[in-house]
Structures are given as structure tokens and as C-alpha cells.
DNA sequence: ACAATATGGAAAA
DNA sequence: TTTCCCTATTGTA
């Protein structure tokens, strides 16, 4: 599940069930167990994202890093009325404290498990993993100028850049292959080729596209016309709920104009997009030259 | 039972 | 550029 939007929605939950109370930490899997004696007891401040990353704010200008990775997942639970044992190989458990104060607030705790990184680290480390990031689309001091400065420059797959946490940061492979096809770009296309009107839609998109994302804790990009029940066609049954244009559905159909959705491999991961709505770059300039075919492996038309 | 796969990225070579 | 890691779930034998 871990694309930007997922990390975002974790530290506004995070926040809201964990801030300004104390926290017993442990790590029952060993993992993380050094650190997590030194924080047990602290007060969690709050918790932020960026791109994929997550901080959890402890007192003391301590911040536990956590990055899911592709298989991590980071489960928060407010107001329980008694905390379960950990199920699984649990790397970082917060559960609250009771307080005699005027917190009125249950038992919150929090399980994370699988994910790729969890560390202790300081305010200069974190200025440093946060200095590396492009801009993120969730965030609202984002400079999305940044990411076109480089893009524009660049004559790698815009399906790659699209990808790439120092050019853009919280894009993954769900919403690369979407946002791609609601903009009619094939993935491969060279970033240079783009028109900056192109990248500032594909920004606005991201933009919308995100924040929806963290409100659903889910990936929708399918526009109302094309959803299940305005097109009479069954909805998205295979795994994670959302509806979607192209992302793993090799084979089927295009929602848009019934072409066979194709796949291909970009940067080590799945690229999906659709041959009629998303024409190759090359195919265009070859209509126009009608000259030589292509050379050049990966995914093609 | 075992293998493959997954919305990711760092470290090694 | 390749290898490796994290864990859970799904598919194949």
C-alpha cells in the first residue's frame, strides 16, 4: 500500500491518536529493541511525512525514520479498549500511557511490521533525508518548478523520472502508470520531449489525485464517467480496492476506448498503459517522417 | 510444501 | 547494474 499518500494519512493518524501523550516502546520482534528502550516512556510530539518517509516526533528532538518499503505496513489503532498481543513479527510497538490528566482520549497503540527501515536519528539526519527528496505533491510548500527543472533536462522515460524520489517525491508505481494515462502520455516518452503545459497538468493531477488518496487511505484515478456504474461494467474485484485505469490489468480492456492494456518492464518494475490512449512518442515523429522504424529494447508500442 | 509476487530503495559490486 | 532486504499473501506443484 505505500505510495506517498499512505505515509501521509499514517502521520496524520499517528498525530491525532499519539500526540502530546507518553508512550511505552518496544519492539517484540528485537529488531529495534536498543532503541526502543531509550525512548520508552517519552512523550510522542507528532508525526510528518514526506514523499515515503515517515517521522514520529518523540520529545528531545528524537524521530523514529520508518520507511515501508514495498511490504511494510504501519497499523494504528485509537481508542481501544484493551490492546491485543502482537501478531507477527512486530518491529516497533507505541502503545499509550494512561494518563491521570484531562486526556480524554483511549488507549491508542501501534504495530509496524516489514518495513525496510525503522531508525533513531537526530534533526540533522532527518534535515538530510528530507533534503534529497523532490518535491512532494502532498505537501503544500512543495516546489513543483524543482521537478520540471529536471524532467525538461532529462532524456530518460518520464515513467522513470516520474518514479525517481529525488525528482518527484511520494509518486510510485500505481500512480506513475495512472496518472500517465489520464494524460495520454506513453511511458516511455523521453522527459525532455514533455511541454511544461503537460508537466503542470500532470502536477495539478498528482495534486488532486493524492489528496484523494489520503482522504480514501486508498488509489482511485478512474473519472466518474468511466466508473463502474456509469459504464455498467463490474468494479475492480482483484486486490486493493480502488478503482483504476491501467495499473495490473494486462489484457482487459481499456475503460476509455477497449484496447488490450499492455505491460512491460520500466526501472525494474511494472509499467502498465494502454496502446491507443497513451501512442508512443516515436510512432508520432515516425508518422510525420515516415521514415525508419526503432531500434531501442524494453516496452514498446 | 514451496515459489512467486507486491503500491520500494539501499548497499554492494 | 546487480543483489539484497523486509513480510504477507497468492499461486503452483
Not at 56 to 71: C, S, Y
Not at 206 to 231: K, S, Y
Request: glycine letters at 10%; proline letters at 6%; aromatic letters at 6%.
Amino acid at each position: 500500500m505505500p505510495e506517498g499518500h499512505t505515509l501521509r494519512r499514517l502521520a496524520d493518524d499517528l498525530t491525532a491518536a499519539f500526540a502530546g501523550r507518553a508512550v511505552r516502546v518496544s519492539s517484540p520482534q528485537g529488531r529495534f529493541a536498543t532503541e526502543a528502550a531509550q525512548l520508552d516512556g517519552s512523550t510522542v510530539v507528532g508525526a510528518d511525512s514526506a514523499g515515503k518517509h515517515l517521522f514520529v516526533d518523540l520529545d528531545h528532538d528524537r524521530f523514529v525514520h520508518v520507511h515501508l518499503g514495498l511490504i511494510g505496513a504501519f497499523d494504528v489503532h485509537a481508542e481501544v479498549e484493551e490492546v491485543p498481543a502482537p501478531v507477527g513479527a512486530v518491529r516497533l510497538r507505541l502503545v499509550t500511557v494512561p494518563d491521570a490528566g484531562s486526556d480524554k482520549r483511549g488507549t491508542a497503540y501501534a504495530d509496524l511490521r516489514g518495513a525496510i527501515l525503522c531508525d533513531l536519528v537526530g534533526p540533522a539526519r532527518r534535515d538530510e533525508i528530507l533534503g534529497r527528496l523532490g518535491p512532494d505533491p502532498l505537501r503544500s510548500d512543495a516546489e513543483p518548478d524543482l521537478a520540471w527543472r529536471r524532467i525538461s533536462r532529462s532524456p530518460r522515460p518520464i515513467g522513470d523520472l516520474l518514479m525517481d524520489q529525488k525528482v518527484l517525491a511520494g509518486v510510485g508505481n500505481v500512480y506513475r502508470a495512472e496518472v500517465l494515462f489520464r494524460h495520454r502520455i506513453h511511458p516511455l516518452r523521453p522527459g525532455n520531449t514533455l511541454r511544461v503545459g503537460q508537466w503542470r497538468s500532470i502536477w495539478a493531477d498528482l495534486v488532486g489525485l493524492m489528496a484523494e488518496g489520503v482522504r480514501a487511505n486508498r488509489i482511485d484515478t478512474v473519472r466518474p464517467e468511466h466508473l463502474p456504474e456509469a459504464m455498467g461494467r463490474a468494479p475492480r474485484q482483484d486486490d486493493h480496492g480502488g478503482e483504476v485505469y491501467v495499473y495490473r490489468r494486462t489484457g482487459m480492456p481499456c475503460h476509455v476506448c477497449g484496447s488490450t492494456v499492455r505491460t512491460g518492464e520500466l526501472v525494474g518494475r511494472n509499467i502498465f498503459w494502454c496502446p491507443r490512449c497513451q501512442p508512443t512518442f516515436r510512432s508520432r515523429a515516425v508518422q510525420s517522417a515516415s521514415k525508419d522504424a526503432g531500434a531501442s529494447g524494453g516496452a514498446q508500442t
